[in-house]
């Protein structure tokens, strides 16, 4: 019989996090699970595809909203809830009653953690203004999906936060007349949270993805390519692949 992962250390599992939720854990310091869940049993995964699925599916599609959080916990915890499991191997599920929350959160062991961050399609309305309507078709395509990769942690390890059109042209703006005019047609679509941004030259038909510093790139030649095409992001995007390149 399949006993789940090894025992040697703490185990990490995954879960599909609604908004309410998320808020009561920021309120604990990320250090502890809600006990009440109105009768709401508990799912946690071994493996994070399963909670992404959750997170894009029954969570952002349909409340606007999914987050995908990853927790350690104890190994004797674990084999104590081997009764409560469904599936095997990397499908499994712990389905945990709300009884058994107060001691799953004695045995967790460090912080829970946001790892993404999912949002719902965006509506038409969002492509209305400034350069919005000239965007590359498979990117309004995907921010137009049931869900979307808003912000967070990629299984490459990469930090990635992606931005609205209303968002890429307020960014854009605050490049400033220099900036703007140093890098024609910029519609600044992602980033890394701080100064670097992924941006596409609305000029062409088909731009590549590249990123480019908010305060030393004096033009599209110290632009740096992340991508050979929109679609080749977005296809790395949901493999979870897309790293930064810096050279």
Not at 70 to 96: K, M
Not at 163 to 173: C, S
Request: glycine share 10%; proline share 6%.
């Amino acid at each position: 019989m399949d006993r789940g992962p090894s025992r040697k250390g703490p185990i990490t599992l995954w879960r599909a996090t609604a908004q309410a939720e998320l808020d009561l854990l920021a309120a604990t310091g990320w250090n502890a699970w809600s006990a009440s869940l109105a009768g709401r049993r508990f799912d946690a995964y071994l493996e994070r595809s399963s909670a992404e699925h959750i997170a894009q599916t029954s969570l952002a599609a349909t409340t606007g909203v999914g987050y995908v959080t990853s927790f350690e916990v104890q190994p004797t915890f674990v084999d104590h809830c081997l009764q409560y499991r469904i599936g095997d191997g990397s499908n499994a599920v712990y389905n945990l009653p709300e009884a058994e929350i107060p001691s799953l959160n004695e045995h967790l062991v460090g912080t829970i953690i946001e790892q993404a961050d999912y949002r719902a399609a965006l509506d038409d309305q969002e492509f209305a203004g400034g350069q919005s309507p000239a965007l590359p078709p498979s990117w309004r395509s995907y921010l137009q999906h049931s869900s979307w990769f808003r912000r967070g942690w990629l299984p490459s390890g990469c930090y990635l936060w992606l931005y609205t059109p209303r968002e890429g042209i307020e960014l854009t703006e605050a490049w400033g007349e220099d900036g703007v005019g140093a890098h024609p047609g910029m519609a600044i679509i992602g980033g890394n949270g701080s100064r670097e941004h992924l941006a596409v030259d609305l000029r062409h038909d088909d731009p590549p993805v590249v990123l480019v510093d908010a305060f030393a790139s004096q033009g599209w030649e110290d632009a740096l390519e992340q991508a050979p095409g929109v679609a080749n992001f977005i296809d790395r995007l949901k493999a979870g692949t897309f790293e930064f390149a810096w050279e």
